[in-house]
C-alpha cells in the first residue's frame, strides 16, 4: 500500500470516529431540548401572574418602590448576560455577548455606569481575557437550570436595587438572554427587568381619573402596598430570571443540536471526498503496478529475443 493512501484511510478513520461523537452529541441535545420546553412552558404561567399582581399593587397604590418606581436621574444599571457553560452551540454564547455590548454601550450612551452579573463559563471567560469588572458570576448550571439556581442569581441583586446608588446600588436592572422561539430560531435578546413598566397594566382596563389623570386605587392594602411590593420584590426578579435561564438552556440545547448536525454532515461529505481520494490513489498504485509488470515483461521478451540472435 502506498503511502498517500495510508494517509487517506487514516483521515477517513479519524473523520468517521468524529462523526460518531458529534451524531450522539445532537442525539443527546434533541432529546433535552424536549425537557427544557416542558420547563419553560411550566414556568410561564407562574411568571405571567406573578407580573399581573405586581402591575394590579403598582397601579393600585401611589406607593414609590423600587420595583415599580423609575429614578428621576439614573446613574447607574446591572446587567446580568446569560451565556453557556460548554461551547459547540455555534453562536449561542457570542450572540447573547454581543447582544449585551450593544446594551452596554446604550446605557453608557445615556450617562450610567453598568455593573456586570455573568452567568456560563463563555461570559466569564470574554470578560476576564478583556479584563473587564464582574461584579458577581455563576457557573455550572446552564444546561438545566433549577429555581435554586435563580434564587441565587437574585439575591445579589436585588439587594443591588434596594440599596442607594451612592452605597452600590442600581437604579436599573437588565437581563440578557437568548429566546427560544422555535428548534430552528433562537434570538440573544435583552430586557429590563426593574422597575417595571405599568403600561400593560393601564391597558388593562384599571379606571383613571380623567380630571386629574391619575389612576384610583382598586385594592386595599394590608398592612400596606409598599409591605405586598417588598414581599413581591424578590419572587418577581427569581422568577424573571428562572424563565430566562431555561429559555437559554433551550435555546443552548437547540443551538447545540443544529451546531452538532451540521458537523456530522460536514464528516459525511469529508468521508466521501476522501473515499473518493482514496480510491483514486489505489487506481494509480494498480495502474502503476501494470505498467511496471508490462514493461517488465516487455523488456524480458526483448532480452530473450537478442539472446536467441
Known amino acids: 500500500m502506498g503511502a498517500q493512501l495510508r494517509v487517506y484511510k487514516?483521515?477517513?478513520?479519524?473523520?468517521?470516529?468524529?462523526?460518531?461523537?458529534?451524531?450522539?452529541?445532537?442525539?443527546?441535545a434533541a432529546s433535552r431540548i424536549v425537557k427544557a420546553q416542558r420547563k419553560v412552558?411550566?414556568?410561564?404561567?407562574?411568571?405571567?401572574?406573578?407580573?399581573?399582581?405586581?402591575?394590579?399593587?403598582?397601579t393600585g397604590s401611589t406607593t414609590n418602590h423600587p420595583?415599580?418606581?423609575?429614578?428621576?436621574?439614573?446613574?447607574?444599571?446591572?446587567?446580568?448576560?446569560?451565556?453557556?457553560?460548554?461551547?459547540?452551540?455555534?453562536g449561542y454564547s457570542s450572540n447573547a455577548i454581543k447582544a449585551?455590548?450593544?446594551?452596554?454601550?446604550?446605557?453608557?450612551?445615556e450617562g450610567k455606569e453598568v455593573d456586570a452579573y455573568i452567568v456560563g463559563r463563555k461570559g466569564v471567560s470574554y470578560y476576564g481575557f478583556r479584563e473587564r469588572k464582574v461584579v458577581e458570576s455563576w457557573t455550572g448550571f446552564t444546561d438545566s437550570?433549577?429555581?435554586?439556581?435563580?434564587?441565587?442569581?437574585?439575591?445579589?441583586?436585588?439587594?443591588?436595587i434596594e440599596q442607594e446608588t451612592a452605597e452600590g446600588g442600581v437604579d436599573e436592572l437588565h437581563i440578557v438572554f437568548t429566546e427560544f422561539v422555535s428548534m430552528i430560531t433562537q434570538s440573544a435578546v435583552d430586557s429590563r427587568m426593574l422597575p417595571l413598566s405599568l403600561d400593560e397594566a393601564a391597558e388593562g382596563g384599571t379606571p383613571a381619573d380623567s380630571a386629574k389623570g391619575e389612576i384610583l386605587p382598586l385594592f386595599d392594602f394590608e398592612p400596606s402596598a409598599e409591605d405586598v411590593l417588598d414581599a413581591l420584590?424578590?419572587?418577581?426578579?427569581?422568577?424573571?430570571?428562572?424563565?430566562?435561564?431555561?429559555?437559554?438552556?433551550?435555546?443552548?440545547?437547540?443551538?447545540?443540536?443544529?451546531?452538532?448536525?451540521?458537523?456530522t454532515d460536514n464528516a459525511g461529505d469529508l468521508i466521501k471526498s476522501?473515499?473518493?481520494?482514496?480510491?483514486?490513489?489505489?487506481?494509480?498504485?494498480?495502474?502503476?503496478?501494470?505498467?511496471?509488470?508490462?514493461?517488465?515483461a516487455s523488456a524480458l521478451a526483448d532480452a530473450t529475443a537478442g539472446s536467441d540472435r
Do not use: F
Not at 45 to 54: G, H, I, N, Q, S
Not at 67 to 90: C, H, K, N, Q, Y
Not at 274 to 296: D, K, M, W
Open 10 to 28: 487514516r483521515r477517513i478513520r479519524s473523520v468517521t470516529a468524529t462523526k460518531k461523537i458529534t451524531k450522539a452529541m445532537e442525539m443527546i
Open 100 to 109: 449585551a455590548e450593544r446594551l452596554t454601550e446604550r446605557l453608557r450612551g
Open 145 to 160: 437550570p433549577t429555581y435554586a439556581d435563580a434564587k441565587r442569581v437574585a439575591a445579589p441583586l436585588i439587594e443591588s
Open 41 to 58: 412552558a411550566a414556568s410561564m404561567p407562574y411568571a405571567t401572574e406573578l407580573t399581573r399582581a405586581v402591575t394590579a399593587v403598582a
Open 233 to 263: 420584590l424578590p419572587r418577581y426578579v427569581e422568577s424573571r430570571i428562572y424563565n430566562a435561564l431555561l429559555q437559554s438552556a433551550a435555546s443552548e440545547h437547540a443551538a447545540r443540536r443544529r451546531a452538532m448536525k451540521s458537523a
Open 274 to 296: 476522501l473515499t473518493r481520494l482514496a480510491n483514486a490513489a489505489r487506481q494509480a498504485e494498480i495502474t502503476q503496478e501494470i505498467s511496471e509488470i508490462v514493461g517488465g
Open 67 to 90: 420595583l415599580t418606581t423609575e429614578a428621576e436621574s439614573p446613574v447607574r444599571a446591572a446587567i446580568v448576560l446569560i451565556t453557556s457553560d460548554r461551547g459547540l452551540a455555534g
